[in-house]
């Protein structure tokens, strides 16, 4: 980062990852988030035009108009996004895939597509905003509302919740965290860390709806929160290409290492706490479940895990490039194939 210019290592300023102006309802979380993506992308340096952003439908799916308007976009159908992206994934893996869902387009009628995407280990960084409600529909309660929680009108969920990062856990996903929106300097550390990791990269982030979950009685409300937020560690973020000075406090720390070489350093702070283990992971969330706490950072990380690509073996060159010459190998190679099929 040039301090002098603002410009980051590739040149770029700040305003060169921004969007449209938001159309949210002034206060909302999601605004947060991207303001969080926005400054993470820009630290980073990523070119904006290998950046491609994946969205369905909700209040949610319209924050990829909010951010680095240079870089290619897609939004899908309700619910369709994991399909798209995983496509886009396969034919240009060079590219850095970001998708941006909510709690009805992951947990309701894209829950079927989130598991595929979750088990296919696709290379993206997958951010649910997360309010437990369905704000263009009026504020019905949406698959992640807890149990007990009261909507705006005064009624209580009788149904269980779907908790998008357990699920996630329990399909192999390799690096899954959770995050609020009122936390930006460590929705920062974890988009850094997200965007490093090899894989798929779930961030579910509690991002309270100011218009339809935001009162007293919701568990999903900034109030409700901020009270219950218990952060698992500090983070800082160490980028591969630079040397950057984290700020840590002196404490028992955890470095993990990253695919490209970035390190993500975690600080324990009041419990202790091992990301890398998916046993003690499951049975965290759980427990903060019944205390209705709600823990935040990094819950799981797994550096063993093959991406879609890897597991495919599919080659370096993009596929939408490759040519007539390259997918025709040619009589004596298709015999050779069909041989070993037989």
Known sequence: MNAE??????????????????TLCKGCGHDSVTAAIIQAYYELGVPPHEITKFSGIGCSSKTPTYFVDRGHGFNSVHGRM???????????????????????????????QFCHLVRRNVDMVYIIENNGTYGLTKG???????????????????????DCCAIGIELGATFVARSFSGD????????????AHKGIAILDIISPCVTFNNHEG????????????????????IQSQEEIAVEMKDGERKEIELHDGSRLMLRKLDRDYDPTNKIKAMAAISESREKQEIITGLLYYNSLGMDLNTLLNTVETPLWSLGEKDLDPGPEVLKKINASLR
């Open 5 to 22: 210019t603002n410009c980051n290592r590739i040149g770029l300023a700040k305003n060169d990852y921004s969007g449209k102006p938001s």
């Open 218 to 237: 919701s568990t999903k409300s900034y109030t409700f929160v901020k009270e219950h937020d218990i952060p698992l560690h500090e983070l800082g973020f």
């Open 82 to 112: 994991p399909s798209v992206a995983t496509g886009a994934s396969l034919a240009n893996k060079k590219l850095s895939m970001i998708g941006v869902s909510g709690d009805g387009d992951t947990a309701s009628i894209g829950m079927g």
């Open 140 to 162: 019905q309660f949406s698959a992640t509302a807890d149990p007990g929680s009261k909507a705006k009108k005064g009624a209580a969920n009788t149904f269980p919740v779907i």
């Open 184 to 195: 930006r300097k460590q929705i920062i550390a974890l988009i850094k860390a997200a965007h």
